[in-house]
């Protein structure tokens, strides 16, 4: 029991810890000679006594868990001793070797039984032998089928059986069942099996787990038929049990006239729904046999009761045939019309919460495993560990290659952390660019580990992972600002190839460079060229622009002109110096820009936002730059290209300004299916496509959706705005505000010493001495400090066997050297 | 003159401060005959003085270092006796990290010139005592650091001015007579005034100072040896085999450091008379007050044991003085020794320092350490600093700062709190996004060699900035005086801290401790708090502990009562990276403190979180929304959506057979926003 709680630490330890005191306070295994226990010995009380020598081990698993069975023991009215065998008085009990004794379980002074230690080997196992000895005739052990065929038999008309299967003696479950038969065994006949062939031949495969049939026999008046069997599904636990054999007790159906809202029965008690048949005279008889087999099919998960709906005196809707009343106080009745049995057994299993009344031995499973990883980077790359990755097409640099290699060539380095996720998961699309590259770039791809390489990569002040730099031609080098990832370095990359800004030597050259000629190979990477035109004698525009430039580079491709005849270009494209010419090689056009008073700032700004398209299609990638933008977004989405209409239409909009206060654009559910969880969240189930989302993200966070019976034109549209403008229409949903909190708790290590510190001098370790009275043993044992301070940390140890975490153990093993200092 | 002469010795550096220094003296008024001045005085050339030197000069500070041997490192010049050093030299560690690779070097001082590494100096893992000579003469020499040697500090007084930085100048006067006046006088002289016992008798003892190292000398004699530290053993292992036997007396029990993990006991180099004592040989341990003792001399020249008690009341002829055996016939020490001789250690030379000084005190180390606040700043003089072996008294028998490898970097501390407080230049820092915080701290407690070494001594801190979207992380400051944090880092510390140290187990270290019991390791994460070999404690505080709290701190803690503490579980190979056993846990602990969450995310998750929820967790908030997020591989993606971490959206929406319905019950994590799509709470 303690040993799960601990697992939980957060709630479990105050809990534990109370435990630990309670039982070390009250009740404790007491410690006599063999003379001395014979004598207290009562007729009829059943005793368990484990004799040792008194020079065994001062602490033994065995012990501890002997100890925590002195409570559980005690209830059921049997005692418990450690019974020291010293030289003065021997006893036959006392074995003549110390690994060969023995525990005892007396009747009086008459032996039941006697148990090696190893088959008591936890609480659990004691409680269950010791009630399996006392309860010899209650339960009934059996091997084959033909047995149980005969108990069924012999009890038809008589009795009700309780037939449990559990996998071994000693478990859990075992003593479970023993315990529920200390309580019923008078009432029901228990039998117990472990044979798995047993379980199968009744007609379960689910050997892994126990299982308890309850068997119908008693109302079996004709012998040839078979008893009736109910199968408990929930987990052999004692409050389960009890609950289910509570359940079985209960009358099968109830007839009541009152109003459903104030029955109250055993099931409700139980935490078990009531499921009321509505019934009228006309149609009694078969309603209630139709209740009837409601009521087998929910036996043990809800309470059936037929409800006569002549002599109620209050109303229930005029259809309904069947009233649904959970468990929970406070929850109205429901009142449904069903068709078929089938369909109310699946609506009342699907609706039945039932409180899993578990013990401590369960909440493992219950709490959240704070040593699952939820961190999904961390997770992937873990996953992706034994991949042999091509890392050779990148160069490894140390600290004595590094300075040499970026003198040498031109160069990107990515420094990164072996240990850290985030940068191995780079590292992959580092390497897969490498592949793309490999034999086509001048660009030298280099990495340094900087988990190897500390001191370099803090030269290279780089003290987050992951970092790209290039460097080039000995220049100070560029850090990379980029996405993650293949794409977007690739094009850092290719646009780097070329200075920025490009130094245009004549106008043929400069409309080459505007019409994409010019650097054809690079206008895939960039939409945008950008042309700076100016005067020869316009220097500090110049030296503006080129900043600018050099600002962007890897980003944009930026070109200057400024010879004599920049004015045929300047008049060609109606451009005053100084000037910007954009050229958008997807559209085909060239805009010009004045560049009059625009520092270096300035012309960044005017570029960066020269490369924001008016209705883009979002991607992954570009979605954080619409959304420096402040506005909320005008979102079609769509599965596949956008329709050319619906684009049109928008543009028009947009043409006509409507659309200033909202950054319209579109996705592509192919190119980014992410989108689908998106529309999973605003819709519940995927709504049909296309479809039309405004999203407020930055002041309130609601959706409107644009109806989906509207086609998507430009009136319908324009109507549709002004309606939300006005607050005519109603969003779909808002999006949740919550900050991001820890998904799971840590462990509170500071509780944890405190309340190993508060433990240590309540706790009492077993061991083996001569008789001593308590008060003089407590003593001794706050004297041995050595002995207190180890007691926690083997009892910790101890425990984590019982999670048969059989990896981690056979790690451990490995760990029992450890290092010098 | 000397001014000139000395000059010259230092080298062009040091000339040019002269000639710039000269000005200045000359522009004081009535006080023609000033001493000349500097901003730092370090005393002493022991390697020590020379890593002050060394961070002095990188940081472009007037200061001089006074030697009176002519050449650094005297102390290593005459001792280990036996010349065998037992600080480790481990030229191979597997590693490349420079930085992790200190934590296994004790005896290279902190340089930017990977040249002046011991390994370069010793292929010997107990290298011998006359490379450290060699190495502190190349490190003076190659970092051209500013020596004066053969320079005698005979006296060192006050000199009370209120323009001085501390209220008063120290005045050096050296054997010349020439005084030196300084504003901060860094005292790196060590200890070296051997501990003398005074008993009757003492005057037939030889000290380890200058007994014979010759195993020749003692073929056939009965030895005792008083002290029972390394230097009393390393005697006894040099004539092991040649004497009838040795004893050996102290008054407490043999230290192991083994057991007591500080390399200041009893190392395993030098236990060999251990072995031979518990295999029944004729060498033996004894424990008695030495104090209490006397020692006379028989007719044959031999000595006896006896009690001063027994001295003192006798008639003092020799061989009529009452010997113990005489009323107890089985006493221990019955037989006559050929040689007495004395290893009971060394003291700060305490004789230099005016009393004003108020250097010592009736403390608890008062005679062989002088009193040092643990910003090693002496407790009774504003301005001096106690560095090196003589400022062991902060961590004695406890961390290592007594030794090079320790107290290179609490050297390194006190030099930053100077420069702080003298020329406004803060506490080094690096500032990051909170979303490098367990990366930061990963980092630092696997290479880290500082917090390694100088464990529970020296500890890392972690500043927050407002609403922790931000930290500012501190290396290896003086953990005892956190209280003081601010005053002495120049750095705030208004929205809570972390610090970062390492611990060994409670009570697992001590002299009689079995450090070998079975079970000692301890594997699962949650019950990382009952590690008991080295391994990093993370403390959180909402508050800045003040100096009470630090004071009256919990017995057995290194620091007042956190908010929540948490133990990176110990590791074999002290490689604490595992991705679930130490960061997990480690994130989890973090995120709890701070209330937030600290996962690290795919762009396309952060994408779905920025069109669905208003809020963005701080990873995606401080990488994808500034155009930095990580894309990641396809074959990334497909591990994702194996482990349910990460959701296959090409099929959402698509009919399925479930429905597309999550199971009832299954609960989100707490505090998230409740919303199905997350695919980060998928395996919730």
């Known amino acids: 029991m303690m040993s799960s709680s601990f697992n939980i630490f957060r709630v479990g330890i105050s809990f534990v810890i109370m435990c630990i005191f309670y039982k070390s306070a009250v009740d404790s295994l007491s410690e006599l000679s063999p003379q001395k226990y014979f004598s207290t010995l009562q007729p009829g009380k059943a005793s368990l006594a484990y004799f040792c020598q008194a020079d065994s081990p001062r602490t033994s698993i065995f012990l501890e868990e002997l100890n925590e069975a002195v409570t559980p023991l005690q209830d059921y009215g049997i005692s418990v001793a450690k019974v020291n065998c010293v030289k003065e008085e ?78 071994a003696i000693g478990t859990p479950e075992h003593r479970a069942v023993m315990e529920a038969a200390f309580v019923y065994g008078t009432t029901y006949q228990f039998v117990l099996t472990t044979e798995t062939a047993l379980l199968e031949s009744i007609g379960n495969e689910d050997i892994e787990n126990a299982h308890l049939y309850f068997f119908h026999c008693k109302q079996v008046l004709d012998l040839t038929l078979q008893c009736r069997r109910t199968l408990m599904e929930q987990p052999l636990t004692t409050l389960n049990i009890h609950q289910f054999i509570k359940t079985m007790e209960a009358p099968l159906l109830t007839e009541v006239t009152e109003d459903p809202q104030q029955v109250s029965t055993i099931h409700l008690q139980l935490g078990l729904p009531l499921v009321f048949i509505v019934s009228q005279q006309a149609t009694y008889e078969a309603d209630r046999r139709t209740a009837e087999w409601v009521a087998w099919r929910l036996l043990g998960k809800a309470g059936v009761l037929l409800l006569l709906r002549d002599s109620l005196e209050v109303d229930i809707p005029q259809h309904a045939n069947v009233v649904f009343r959970r468990a929970e106080e406070g929850v109205p009745a429901e009142f449904l019309v069903l068709d078929d049995i089938d369909s109310l057994i699946s609506h009342v299993e699907s609706n039945v919460h039932v409180e899993e009344i578990q013990e401590d031995e369960d909440e493992d499973t219950k709490s959240p495993n704070m040593d699952v990883q939820d961190d999904e980077v961390a997770e992937t790359v873990y996953r992706d560990r034994k991949r042999p990755l091509p890392l050779e097409l990148t160069v490894e640099l140390t600290e004595e290659t590094f300075n040499t290699t970026v003198v040498a060539s031109d160069s990107i380095v990515l420094f990164y952390a072996g240990w850290q996720a985030v940068s191995m998961a780079f590292l992959q699309s580092y390497i897969d660019l490498a592949i793309k590259l490999k034999g086509t770039s001048t660009m030298l791809l280099t990495r340094v580990n900087c988990a190897d390489w500390s001191d370099l990569c803090t030269k290279q002040n780089v003290t987050e992972f992951p970092v790209v730099k290039m460097y080039k031609e000995g220049k100070n080098p560029v850090s990379y600002a980029g996405m993650l990832g293949t794409e977007d370095l690739l094009k850092f990359i290719q646009l780097s190839r070329i200075s920025c800004p490009v130094n245009i030597t004549s106008v043929q050259e400069a409309e080459e460079y505007l019409s994409g000629e010019l650097y054809k190979d690079l206008i895939s990477y960039s939409s945008v060229s950008v042309l700076g035109l100016f005067s020869p004698n316009m220097t500090t525009a110049k030296e503006d622009f080129t900043e600018a430039g050099n600002y962007l580079k890897g980003y944009v491709i930026t070109g200057i002109y400024s010879e004599e005849d920049v004015l045929i270009l300047s008049d060609k494209y109606a451009a005053t110096l100084p000037a910007l010419l954009l050229s958008r090689h997807k559209e085909g056009k060239i805009e010009s820009i004045p560049l009059a008073n625009s520092h270096a700032q300035d012309i960044i700004q005017i570029i960066t936002n020269a490369l924001l398209e008016t209705f883009p299609e979002i991607t992954v990638e570009n979605l954080p730059i619409y959304l420096r933008l402040q506005k909320p977004l005008l979102i079609l989405f769509s599965d596949g290209s956008i329709n050319p209409q619906y684009k049109k239409a928008i543009l028009m909009l947009v043409k006509e300004k409507h659309l200033d206060s909202l950054t319209p654009c579109w996705l592509n559910l192919k190119n980014t299916p992410v989108g689908r969880g998106i529309l999973q969240s605003y819709f519940d189930t995927m709504p049909p496509l296309p479809l039309l989302v405004v999203v407020n993200l930055h002041s309130g966070g609601q959706v409107f959706a644009f109806p989906s019976d509207q086609p998507i034109t430009e009136q319908n549209l324009l109507l549709w705005l002004k309606k939300l403008e006005a607050g005519l229409e109603n969003h779909i949903t808002i999006l949740p505000a919550q900050e991001w909190k820890p998904p799971l708790p840590a462990y509170d290590f500071l509780s944890m010493m405190d309340a190993a510190a508060s433990q240590h001098p309540t706790r009492k370790d077993p061991e083996c001495t001569k008789e001593t009275d308590v008060q003089e043993n407590d003593k001794k044992q706050h004297e041995d400090k050595s002995a207190i301070i180890k007691e926690p940390i083997e009892t910790l140890r101890i425990k984590h066997w019982n999670r048969s975490n059989w990896f981690k153990e056979g790690e451990k093993s490995f760990r029992h050297d450890n290092k010098e200092l | 003159m000397r001014l000139a002469a000395a000059a010259r010795l230092w080298g062009p550096p040091g000339l040019l401060l002269t000639f710039a220094l000269h000005p200045a003296l000359c522009l004081r008024p009535g006080r023609t005959a000033a001493p000349p001045h500097r901003d730092y005085c370090v005393l002493g050339a022991g390697p020590a003085g020379l890593q002050m030197a060394y961070f002095l000069q990188r940081a472009g500070r007037d200061y001089a270092v006074f030697e009176r041997a002519p050449r650094p490192g005297s102390f290593f010049a005459r001792y280990p006796r036996h010349r065998r050093l037992i600080s480790i030299n481990k030229r191979h560690t597997g590693k490349a990290n420079a930085e992790f690779n200190l934590r296994h070097d004790w005896n290279s001082l902190l340089s930017h010139d990977p040249q002046l590494l011991f390994r370069h100096y010793s292929r010997a893992y107990f290298p011998d005592a006359g490379d450290m000579v060699r190495y502190l003469g190349d490190f003076a020499d190659r970092l051209r650091l500013r020596v004066l040697y053969n320079t005698t500090i005979a006296h060192v007084t006050l000199d009370k001015d209120r323009q001085a930085w501390n209220g008063h100048y120290f005045i050096l006067t050296d054997q010349t007579g020439q005084a030196h006046r300084c504003s901060v006088l860094l005292v790196a002289t060590g200890l070296w005034v051997p501990n003398q016992v005074d008993f009757p008798g003492s005057e037939h003892v030889e000290g380890y100072e200058s007994v014979s190292v010759d195993p020749r000398d003692f073929e056939g004699q009965n030895v005792l040896i008083l002290g029972r530290g390394n230097s009393a053993f390393e005697t006894a292992e040099n004539i092991l085999g040649v004497t009838n036997f040795i004893h050996m007396l102290s008054r407490s029990r043999v230290r192991l450091s083994w057991a007591t993990h500080y390399v200041g006991d009893l190392r395993a180099i030098n236990n060999g008379l251990l072995d031979t004592y518990q295999l029944k040989s004729l060498d033996g341990l ?28 006798s008639n003092q002829s020799a061989d009529a003085i009452t010997l113990p055996q005489d009323d107890n016939d089985n006493f221990a020490m019955r037989v006559a020794y050929d040689r007495v001789i004395r290893c009971l250690g060394w003291k700060f030379d305490f004789s230099i320092f005016n009393k004003s000084l108020r250097l010592s005190s009736s403390g608890e180390f008062s005679k062989k350490y002088p009193l040092v606040k643990a910003s090693y700043e002496s407790k009774g003089s504003r301005g001096l600093f106690v560095l090196g072996t003589a400022s062991h008294s902060v961590d004695y028998r406890k961390s290592a700062g007594g030794f090079i490898h320790g107290f290179r970097y609490t050297v390194r501390a006190v030099h930053r709190l100077l420069e702080h407080r003298h020329h406004r230049v803060p506490w080094p820092s690096t500032e990051h996004p909170i979303s490098q915080l367990t990366n930061s701290i990963v980092r630092r407690v696997n290479e880290a060699s500082g917090l390694y070494q100088m464990f529970s001594v020296l500890a890392d801190i972690i500043l927050l900035k407002e609403n922790a979207t931000a930290f500012e992380y501190l290396e290896e400051f003086p953990m005892q005086m956190l209280a003081q944090l601010e005053t ?107 209330d937030t969450d600290l996962r690290s995310f795919y762009a396309e998750s952060c994408f779905l979180f920025a069109l669905t929820h208003q809020k963005l967790p701080p990873f995606c908030q401080q990488g994808y929304l500034r155009m930095q997020g990580l894309m990641g591989t396809e074959s990334l993606r497909r591990h994702g959506i194996e482990s349910g971490l990460l959701r296959d959206y090409a099929t959402v929406g698509r009919p399925r057979e479930d429905g597309g319905q999550r199971p009832v019950g299954s609960s989100p994590a707490p505090g998230l926003p409740v919303q199905p799509l997350d695919g980060n709470k998928e395996e919730l």
């Open chain 1, 90 to 167: 021997t006893s036959r009990y006392c074995g003549k070797e110390k690994d060969l004794m023995k525990a005892y379980l007396f009747r009086g002074n008459i032996l039941l039984r006697e148990f090696p230690t190893d088959v008591l080997f936890d609480v659990n196992a004691i409680v269950a032998h010791v009630l399996f000895a006392l309860l010899f005739n209650e339960v009934k052990y059996i091997t084959t089928l033909e047995d149980l065929q005969n108990i069924e038999n012999a009890l038809k008309g008589k009795a009700n059986i309780a037939f449990a299967y559990v996998r």
């Open chain 2, 286 to 313: 004894l424990e008695s007050d030495l104090t209490d003792l006397a020692v006379v001399k028989d007719h044959e020249g031999k000595f006896r044991i006896t009690l001063k008690f027994f001295l003192e009341e």
């Open chain 2, 488 to 594: 002495i880092t120049g750095r705030k510390a208004q929205h809570g801290l972390f610090v970062i140290n390492m611990e060994y187990g409670r009570n697992f270290s001590g002299p009689d401790k079995d450090v070998f019991f079975y079970d000692r390791s301890v594997g699962h994460t949650e019950d990382a708090w009952q590690s008991n070999f080295l391994h990093p404690v993370i403390y959180y505080y909402r508050h800045l502990p003040t100096e009470q709290e630090v004071r009256f701190r919990p017995a057995d803690w290194a620091l007042p009562r956190p908010t929540a503490i948490h133990h990176i579980v110990e590791d074999f190979l002290t490689d604490w990276t595992a991705p679930v056993g130490h960061i997990l846990p480690l994130r989890r602990f973090l995120e709890n403190c701070l």
